[in-house]
């Protein structure tokens, strides 16, 4: 082979390398460069409702919940538009038979949160940037905030539905009824009335159900009579007669020489009590039919930690010339710790004033000296005490006269004006910063004669 020939193949053959991973690229990659169909809008659903609670006051329910404001994913804020609560009396079922068959009992709007301006300023990631107000007049409640709303069971919503669920088994049929001890009644399951809340996001999509809180639906107790209120020095004191449909224990106490009996079934408590504190010039809470609850409603709270089996109660937040006002409801209890309140008592309110007077001073004791008579006693422990009040008189009988005019803050006393040779009589008088001032007792009573 000569040289121009050999050139000309090696030539050819760099040529088809250069070509065929050209080609193989283009077989591999035919749709490199190239726009495919667009990507479907990412959808946020809001978390879900986390926290909910129930009590019923009477024939009112109120319902307390925290608004999402988190996505589920985690992100923030909530593609939210509004929450609504469902309520249920029966067997609900699955959510969504719940949601189905219940009562729709709110429907609230949730405010889009401010955003931040579009300023067209490029900022670092996570730097603040000044908020956005909402759209004007835009109506709703705020993401992360916590409102009550209320229901009123009338008739209707106090009887229970039939199980909805028809792909639950059926129950089997009542065994033959047997007779129980004779120990007072049951302890059984009673109706309630269930309530969920979900939330919808911008497109109608629905978030898990929150957890499902109930009431029961039996009859109020009837609420004790007017209570009786009165004040100490530091507290309130409140006591009420207990209704006349009260339930009592099974048995009384067991008294000493007594042994205590023991039922043989679980029996319903005692009815009990709750103190609640209430503002004489403040209306009571609207009760439903609004589509936004208003603005400060909570869900109400006894000031008593625990319900009192005892019809009385001491509050010690405790003030002169400040008012406080209270109402007592009856409390019943059934299984699961489930609990129905009566309606309020009557109003009772009082606004105490200080008309305790000091204790009186103790350990007087006088002693002579030249030109004058000194005086010592033991300070007293009121915090609101003004001070002491000198006397003195002529012993044996002679009247007493202040030496004071204004309540002096020392415990002793040095009084310059005795005469040399007149036995005199002291007494000291505490005195408060009441207005208008107690006076205490006189103190023990101290004899000298002057130099």
Not at 54 to 70: F, H, I, M, Q
Request: hydrophobic share 40%.
């Amino acid at each position: 082979m000569n040289l121009g020939a050999y050139h000309h193949r090696r030539r050819g053959v760099r040529r088809a390398l250069c070509v065929v991973p050209l080609a193989l690229l283009q077989t591999l990659l035919p749709g490199c460069g190239k726009k495919g169909p667009p990507l479907a809008p990412l959808v946020r659903v809001p978390q879900r409702v986390e926290q909910l609670a129930a009590r019923r006051l009477g024939s009112v329910v109120y319902l307390e919940l925290k608004v999402p404001d988190t996505n589920q994913d985690g992100s923030s804020p909530a593609d939210i538009v509004r929450v609504e609560i469902y309520g249920h009396t029966g067997d609900p079922g699955s959510t969504a038979n719940f949601l189905k068959n219940g009562t729709l009992v709110a429907a609230l709007p949730v405010r889009r949160p401010p955003e931040p301006p579009s300023d067209g300023k490029a900022r670092a990631p996570g730097a603040d940037r000044p908020a956005k107000p909402a759209a004007p007049g835009e109506a709703g409640i705020d993401q992360g905030s916590t409102v009550v709303v209320t229901e009123m069971l009338v008739p209707a919503l106090m009887t229970p539905a039939a199980a909805v669920d028809a792909a639950r088994p059926r129950a089997a049929p009542d065994a033959p009824a047997i007779a129980p001890p004779l120990l007072g009644p049951p302890r059984s399951e009673v109706p309630g009335r269930s309530y969920l809340a979900v939330s919808y996001n911008h497109k109608g999509q629905r978030s898990a159900p929150s957890v499902r809180v109930m009431v029961p639906v039996v009859a109020a107790p009837q609420p004790p009579a007017a209570p009786l209120l009165s004040y100490t020095e530091s507290r309130f004191v409140l006591s009420w007669q207990p209704p006349a449909a009260v339930r009592h224990l099974v048995q009384a106490p067991a008294a000493a020489g007594v042994l205590p009996s023991v039922p043989y079934v679980d029996v319903l408590p005692a009815s009990s009590y709750n103190v609640y504190e209430v503002d004489r010039g403040k209306p009571l809470p609207p009760v439903a039919g609004t589509a936004l609850p208003p603005p400060g409603l909570r869900l109400p709270a006894p000031i008593n930690e625990q319900p009192l089996a005892a019809a009385a109660f001491e509050d010690p937040r405790f003030a002169f010339g400040v008012e406080r006002c209270y109402v007592v409801r009856t409390v019943d209890t059934f299984g699961r710790g489930q609990a129905v309140e009566s309606d309020p008592s009557v109003v009772a309110c009082a606004t105490p004033r200080d008309t305790f007077p000091p204790a009186a001073p103790t350990g007087l004791q006088a002693v002579a000296g030249e030109g004058a008579i000194s005086l010592i006693w033991e300070p007293n422990p009121e915090v609101d005490l003004a001070g002491y009040v000198v006397l003195r008189g002529i012993a044996p009988g002679g009247k007493l006269e202040r030496l004071t005019r204004e309540p002096i803050k020392e415990t002793t006393y040095s009084d310059t004006t005795a005469k040399p040779g007149v036995r005199y009589v002291y007494v000291i008088v505490a005195v408060d910063t009441a207005v208008p001032p107690n006076l205490s007792a006189p103190s023990n009573k101290a004899e000298e004669i002057a130099r």
